[in-house]
């Protein structure tokens, strides 16, 4: 980013020919410090800034027979500009310089005597001034100094906190995380009074310069995996930034399996029970959407109301979901493979209504059931983004249409329809999966309507063979989920009560795998 | 990552170039098929045919789920030939996997190949199942027992199966599926049965009815038995699980019938052995309820019950006497299994007598201890009372 | 070169499925009749010896697959030979498996469909799981084995209703010849075959654990084999179960609870898919491994996809039908296996055996001259 | 056409397995395979065009009878 301004004020000297008499004497090693002259400097701001109607210049002058001009930058808008007024301007232009002795640098004066505010650095780095007035910060310049005041001063509109639409729980904390990262960070910090919790900035995008914090607390981390997610990190090489999706993107395992190797949640509850786990957090600046990894496949199943609840309530979830999954990604395929397969399968009261159904429709039941599925995703997507009410009424359409209307003309049989509304409403229970979901149901889809039930039983074979030989961050995917160990079950199948989770999951955390700290008790188990 | 990427391509190719070369083997649909939920099989003799009657699935054209039943007739040298000229008459493949019957007529029954035949094929093909119901048309042909449902509209082999399956509570037929029923052609000394099916013309409509049995020598047609015979059968082999034991009562005063209701009966089979002579022993142990009184006895006096239970005992050891006589002497089949009961217990005695079991079948000895108990007696206590 | 480590749990689930694998669907030791219960009892024992003998030889070389303590044993040049004798013996009942499950899938339902075809799709599950390694095949076998087992429960006690003790009587009736033809059969047949595992499963992570391993997984394959063929003889008797080729199918045909809890054969097919898919993935990973070794290469990775190819093809040429498939399988296979499930593993022990002694002696010698 | 299907099959599996193989293994790796994966495609090929080729079941069962007897 800094190579670029440079290239551009350069260009602008060989191609414009403006503000010769500043540029002329900048010597490339002296055009990235700053000058003496505040003239000159306020010139070199000025074109660096230029064509920027945002950034805001303002003069002033300290009180007293030395008076020393000053100047202020910031930008509008991302500025407090009652901080600006009260705690720079009012200050510095009411104090006197006369009473500070020679010996004192006049910017020591300002930082400790005059400007009230409780981050201030200062530098004489063009760069670094020019990036914090672009972070909403305000630097202020002082004659005859080489050092400029970089002020906070950042106050930025930005929502509030608020229940996260997508992870709505009747029972637990309703705060989500916001689009700014500070904020975000301070919901998890308040959350772990522990100076073993980590915060890492990090700065990604070469032009965005997006601010990414990692989180983790330290004695519960895998030092291994905190190094790999580092170096994975070092190695983007992105413009910009936008949501922390990219970044997932960018430092996923198994980059093309449908499967998230790297969760997201825009709850601090949850994330900060992750960071118990030993995980790490990736918070990005500009989404609400906190990364947590290393991510295993039975997380798609753990939704933290589970762990407020009661643990038989929990536990039923769980089940359901995991029934969910397989409803979701099986029952078309299944009802394709036993209606053109393996009627055999079928009790004779069962096929002969599917029979009856099925007269006159003009698709294969295979087409019939990618038709309807592939209408269920729109009407779906279609809906996500509609205002509230449209949606609602977008829903009914669909129903009426799909259900009554398509039936009726015999376009599509009944059974059909509640084949894919099955298959559509139990796609709800894993609500983080859709992607894999749909990916996995057309694959089985297909393959059933090859092997028929082999088919889909080859698909299944396919699909743990991929997600058994996933990995995340060194992790095995499928962690746990082939033992039936007591230790294990507990939180995967099942969620067991509190007071039996006594230790953490094991491989992620090898330094200090003890959740409870009542005396022996944890102990004598291990 | 560019494995995973190569072998999805690499999956997809193949996929491609497995469908495009040769379609969809064994996918089918349903509509395009004719579910077939019955067959009879006939023997013509003058042009040495087999004839079969297949029931299967009419197509409602368009209306509400409503379906019924339909039957075709088609001819062939041999059943599998028949079953393939299905296909010309009713231009659909046939759809065998939901068969629940298998009606055969007396002229296939009587005739080993023919019945072998039937088998082999029910067996061999993979579409029918094992556990099909195998029955024995008492009418001329077994086919008019399927055609009768398409006056009526309906499904005679549905009606069938749930007739069959109610075995217990009736007792006057032993339903047999058409695995066991090749199990036991295949068992050393042991024949098999097959339930018989009617046809009865009440004032409305006609009505299939099962009971009875066909009584084979192996393979062949030897024999009938009636409905009460084939009760005193199931008592015999074991099997009896419900029915109704009506007692003539013998007392001096007015009493009427009595009805006991078997709940519950144990048979068990013995071989006594000594000096070279095998007797059969059958230990019938038979739970009942009194379901019905005529008269004004009241048994539930203990003396009185006690008679009831004796007088119960007797005659059940007569109609299993009887029915024991009469298959031995008429039929020498051994339909009762007693061979396998000779060969668990004896089996060294076995190898000597199995050449000629029949004839050592035929001669058996038999010693039938009944004991009846009555457990209880329905809701009433007492015979209804007639006032003086 | 990839040692892939595999825990002990996992090594006990592979062998299981192993187990399970073809023989869940028909049985093999027919010949003693009604009591081929009991030569699978008895050809159990003997697995368990070998076993037992082939956990010896692992233990005594714990970092070496079969392959490698052949060449130790026998030099490089006969080493070579023997190595490439088991290769073919692996490639060829590899080859036999793949047939036993396809003709399977291709007689009881897909009978239209071309075998090759399901073949090719079957070789493509195996080819992509073999290339993971061990690893994911450890982990998805241990992941397997629990709804397996589960499915071989259900199905035992759904046909219980259907039943018949006098099924299984009288006890040994049919001599003493028969017995032990049938009790070699099935030896050969799936429980013998745990020589395999001393290739594929050469690491464990508990050094020490090759006969917990091996005896653990055969005894309780062995055990399920036992208890199917049980329930098959109880339910079909013997004289349909011989008649038939799948017998379990059968059985589990005839399953009808209630009216409503029935047609479920489809429940052991999956058992029968699943499992059958490890085994067949087992010799495919143990003759790419031999293939690999007899060229000198460190790993087995490259030669995987041409070695299932050429499985494929020989299963087209090898026979015509299964008729003709079973009966080479009643008369021949015993006889042509016995030398490598038997009498190889024990000149191996032996000469293992000696080998490590003297080493042992020498070292003795160095340090107290 | 099942002479045009395995050539297909074999070219796609081909091209494909040997891109990653060079790039990843030593040269003896490769001729190994190129070899293994030649002769699979000859007895497709032969097979698809269907031409009987020896059974090694024969000779196996020859020399296991010859040896049991």
């Known amino acids: 980013m800094f190579k670029n301004i440079k290239d551009r004020i350069m260009n602008k000297k060989r191609n414009e020919n403006i503000n010769e008499n500043i540029t002329e004497n900048i010597t490339e090693h002296e055009a990235w410090e700053l000058n003496q002259s505040l003239d000159k400097n306020k010139a070199l701001l000025q074109t660096i800034l230029d064509n920027d109607d945002m950034v805001t210049f303002r003069d002033f002058e300290t009180k007293g027979k030395a008076s020393l001009k000053c100047f202020i930058v910031c930008v509008n808008g991302m500025v407090n500009n009652e901080m600006i007024n009260e705690n720079i301007i009012q200050p510095v232009t009411n104090a006197s310089l006369d009473e500070i002795s020679k010996q004192t640098k006049i910017t020591d004066a300002f930082i400790n005597k005059i400007i009230v505010s409780n981050s201030i650095t200062k530098t004489s780095d063009v760069n670094q001034l020019v990036c914090s007035v672009l972070y909403g910060d305000t630097i202020l310049l002082i004659e005859n100094e080489t050092e400029a005041l970089i002020i906070d001063t950042k106050g930025w509109g930005m929502r509030g906190i608020s229940e996260p639409l997508a992870e709505r729980v009747v029972r637990g904390p309703r705060e989500g995380f916001t689009e700014s990262v500070m904020p975000n960070l301070a919901l998890i910090r308040k959350r772990i009074s522990n100076p073993d919790l980590k915060f890492q900035f990090k700065e990604i995008g070469v032009r965005t310069k997006t601010k990414t914090c990692l989180c983790y607390i330290n004695g519960l981390v895998n030092p291994k995996i905190l190094q790999e997610l580092m170096e994975r990190l070092d190695d983007i090489n992105i413009d910009g930034i936008t949501d922390s999706g990219m970044i997932e993107e960018l430092i996923k395992d198994a980059p093309l399996s449908p499967f998230a190797t790297i969760g997201n949640t825009e709850r601090p509850d949850v994330v900060v029970s992750k960071l118990l786990e030993g995980r790490i957090a990736l918070v990005c600046d500009g989404t609400p959407f906190v990364l947590t990894l290393p991510y295993l496949f039975i997380e798609y199943f753990q939704a933290n109301e589970d762990y407020y609840n009661n643990y038989i309530y929990g536990s039923i979830n769980r089940l359901l979901k995991g029934f969910g999954f397989f409803l979701s990604t099986s029952v078309p395929a299944v009802y394709v493979a036993l209606i053109t397969f393996h009627q055999e399968m079928i009790p004779t009261p069962l096929i002969l209504s599917v029979f009856a159904a099925r007269q006159g429709i003009p698709f294969p039941t295979v087409v019939e059931a990618v038709i309807m599925l592939i209408a269920f995703e729109i009407l779906r997507e279609g809906g996500i983004r509609l205002p509230g009410p449209i949606g609602s009424a977008i829903g009914f359409v669909g129903a009426l249409i799909i259900g009554q209307a398509a039936v009726e003309a015999k376009f599509v049989s009944a059974p059909m329809i509640i084949i894919v509304a099955l298959t559509g409403i139990s796609n709800f229970l894993v609500p983080k999966m859709f992607g894999p979901l749909l990916v996995m149901r057309l694959l089985f889809l297909i393959s059933a309507s090859f092997l028929g039930l082999f088919g889909y039983l080859f698909g299944v074979i396919g699909l743990f063979i991929h997600l058994m030989s996933i990995r995340s961050f060194g992790l095995p995917y499928m962690l746990h989920t082939g033992d039936l160990k007591m230790q294990d079950i507990k939180d995967t199948t099942i969620r067991a009560p509190w007071w039996t989770m006594k230790n953490r999951p094991k491989l992620l955390a090898n330094e200090d795998s003890n959740r409870q700290f009542t005396g022996n008790l944890g102990k004598k188990e291990r | 990552m560019k494995k995973l990427f190569l072998k999805m391509i690499v999956l997809i190719l193949i996929a491609a170039n497995v469908f495009m070369v040769s379609g969809c083997w064994n996918y089918r649909e349903i509509d395009e098929m004719e579910i077939i939920l019955g067959a009879a099989i006939d023997y013509d003799e003058k042009s040495n045919k087999v004839i079969l009657t297949a029931e299967y699935v009419k197509r409602s054209g368009g209306g509400e789920g409503e379906v019924g039943p339909e039957v075709v007739k088609t001819e062939g040298e041999n059943v599998f030939d028949a079953v393939r000229n299905l296909v010309i008459k009713t231009g659909r493949k046939a759809l065998w996997s939901h068969t629940k019957v298998l009606i055969i007529s007396e002229d296939v029954a009587r005739r080993k190949e023919q019945l072998i035949s039937i088998m082999d094929w029910v067996q061999r093909l993979t579409e029918t199942r094992d556990d099909i119901w195998i029955l024995l048309s008492k009418e001329k042909t077994a086919g008019e027992i399927l055609e009768m449902g398409i006056e009526a509209q309906k499904m005679v082999s549905m009606d069938l199966t749930d007739l069959l399956k109610n075995e217990g509570s009736i007792s006057k037929f032993h339903a047999v599926p058409i695995w066991q029923f090749i199990d036991r052609i295949a068992a050393d000394g042991i024949s098999p049965t097959i339930p018989t099916v009617h046809k009865t013309l009440t004032e409305y409509k006609t009505m299939s009815e099962i009971f009875g049995t066909g009584v084979f020598n192996k393979t062949k047609l030897v024999g009938w038995l009636n409905g009460a015979e084939t009760m005193s059968y199931l008592w015999v082999i074991g099997k009896l699980k419900g029915g109704i034991l009506v007692l003539q009562g013998n007392d001096s005063n007015e009493t009427g019938k009595m009805s006991l209701e078997i709940q519950k009966n144990r048979t068990k089979r013995k071989v006594n052995y000594s000096e070279g002579e095998i007797t059969m022993q059958l230990d019938i142990k038979t739970t009942v309820r009194i379901a019905e009184i005529g008269g004004e006895v009241n048994y539930m006096d203990e003396s009185a019950t006690e008679k009831l239970e004796n007088d119960a005992a007797e005659l059940i050891q007569k109609r299993v006497d009887d029915v024991i006589t009469k298959v031995q002497q008429a039929y020498h089949s051994d339909i009762f299994g007693f061979a396998g009961v000779v060969e668990r217990e004896l089996p060294d005695e076995w190898e000597k007598i199995k050449r000629d079991w029949d004839q050592v079948f035929t001669d058996l000895k038999t010693d039938i201890n009944v004991e009846v108990e009555i457990r209880e007696s329905a809701l009433k206590s007492k015979p209804i009372k007639v006032g003086e | 070169m990839n040692k892939e480590v595999i825990s002990d749990k996992q090594g006990i689930s592979i062998i299981i499925l192993y187990m399970v694998g073809t023989s869940s669907i028909f049985m093999t030791a027919l010949e003693a009749e009604k009591d081929s219960w009991l030569a699978i009892i008895m050809a159990l024992f003997m697995a368990l010896i070998v076993a037992f003998i082939l956990a010896r030889i692992k233990t005594l070389f714990p970092e070496d697959d079969l392959f490698q303590i052949i060449e130790k044993c026998f030099g490089k040049f006969l080493g070579k030979g023997i190595i490439l004798l088991y290769t073919g013996y692996l490639f060829y009942t590899g080859v036999l498996v793949l047939m036993n499950i396809t003709q399977f899938i291709n007689i009881s339902s897909l009978d239209e469909t071309p075998e090759i075809i399901i073949r090719v799709a079957l070789m493509l599950l195996c080819v992509w799981i073999v290339k993971e390694g061990m690893e994911v095949l450890g982990r998805w076998s241990e992941f397997f084995v629990i709804p397996i087992i589960g499915f071989i429960l259900i199905f035992i006690c759904l046909s219980i209703p259907k039943m018949n003790i006098h099924h299984l009587f009288p006890i040994l009736s049919v001599g003493i010849t028969p017995m032990i033809h049938a009790t070699h059969f099935v030896f050969a047949f799936p429980l013998g075959e745990t020589v395999i595992f001393t290739i594929a499963i050469s690491q464990l992570s508990v050094k020490k654990s090759y006969y917990k391993v091996y005896m653990t997984g055969v005894l309780i394959g062995g055990i399920i084999l036992l208890v199917i063929c049980l329930t098959n003889l109880l339910v079909l008797g013997i004289n349909i179960t011989s008649g038939v080729y799948f017998q379990t199918h059968l059985t589990a045909s005839l399953i009808d609870i209630g009216g409503f809890l029935q047609r479920i054969e489809a429940v052991m097919t999956v058992v029968l898919i699943l499992a059958g898919f490890i085994k067949l993935s087992i010799y495919l990973l143990a003759t790419s491994m031999g293939v690999a070794k007899i060229f000198g290469r460190p790993d087995y990775r490259f030669v995987v996809t041409p070695v299932a190819l050429l499985m494929i093809n020989l299963s087209v040429i090898l026979f015509d039908s299964i008729m003709e498939f079973m009966k080479w399988d009643v008369e021949i296979w015993p006889y042509f296996s016995l030398p490598f499930q038997v009498i190889f593993p024990i000149i191996i022990l032996i000469i293992a055996e000696a080998k490590k002694k003297r080493t042992k002696n020498s070292i003795r010698e160095q340090t107290c001259p | ?69």
């Open chain 4, 1 to 69: 056409m099942n002479t045009v299907a395995v050539i297909f099959l074999y070219a796609i599996i081909g091209s494909i397995e040997t891109v990653s193989l060079y790039k990843n293994n030593p040269k003896k790796e490769c001729v190994l395979y190129e070899i293994a994966l030649l002769t699979a495609f000859i007895i497709s090929l032969l097979l698809s065009a269907g031409v009987e080729l020896p059974n090694p079941a024969d000779y196996i069962r020859h020399m296991v009878e010859r040896l049991v007897g």
